[in-house]
T-cell receptor, first 113, second 116 residues
């Protein structure tokens, strides 16, 4: 099976812009989670989607949003970008939710100038 | 809320030797799952090993094994016969059994360097 894929791999934006990141889970996986990784804060949970419904949400401002489509592909959107949003955004998929191992994609490296 | 603590920021080991990475966690749940993930430099995060809290037997995957002490809330990773390819950042992670606790909570990670 193909692994989790994320597009784009690298992105450069300026403050105030918005960005959309995409994640395609492993075939058959219905749960997709998003994480932000920074040197200072480490890995922080953004949100989890299962069967097109947000099941869980981390402690991030409303500028961060996401959605999941019927084919389980997911997108996350960040509006009004700030310098502090520069990070590696990781997507992970699992067959279901609780307990299942999450498998990670390569990430999208977002740089905000 | 769950917390995961990895107190050692960096470790170094000679090739072919054994190294143990420490992790402690805090939770009030009885049903949960613990993981070690590896993130090589500029490369993808991959699963090293998984442990279900209800299983008393420690998980093993080839050269990787864990010492799971449920009462002490400790979950250490032992890497035997260390190889240069083991050089990476290692994250300990906790995943609850249900609902709002089903997200992965990560420790800060430990940078492991394997010396030739």
């Amino acid at each position: 099976k193909a692994g989790v894929t994320q597009t784009p791999r690298y992105l450069i934006k300026t403050r105030g812009q918005q960005v959309t990141l995409s994640c395609s889970p492993i075939s058959g996986h219905r749960s997709v989670s998003w994480y932000q990784q920074t040197p200072g804060q480490g890995l922080q949970f953004l949100f989890e989607y299962f069967s097109e419904t947000q099941r869980n949400k981390g402690n991030f401002p409303g500028r961060f949003s996401g959605r999941q489509f019927s084919n389980s592909r997911s997108e996350m959107n960040v509006s009004t970008l700030e310098l502090g949003d520069s990070a590696l955004y990781l997507c992970a998929s699992s067959p279901r939710t609780s307990g299942d191992t999450q498998y990670f994609g390569p990430g999208t490296r977002l740089t905000v100038l | 809320a769950q917390t995961v603590t990895q107190s050692q920021p960096e470790m170094s080991v000679q090739e072919a030797e054994t190294v143990t990475l420490s992790c402690t966690y805090d939770t009030s749940e009885s049903n949960y799952y613990l993981f070690w993930y590896k993130q090589p430099p500029s490369r993808q995060m991959i699963l090293v090993i998984r442990q279900e809290a209800y299983k008393q037997q420690n998980a093993t995957e080839n050269r990787f094994s864990v010492n799971f002490q449920k009462a002490a809330k400790s979950f250490s990773l032992k890497i035997s016969d260390s190889q240069l390819g083991d050089t990476a950042m290692y994250f300990c992670a906790f995943r609850g059994g249900s609902g709002a606790n089903s997200k992965l909570t990560f420790g800060k990670g430990i940078t492991l360097s394997v010396r030739p």
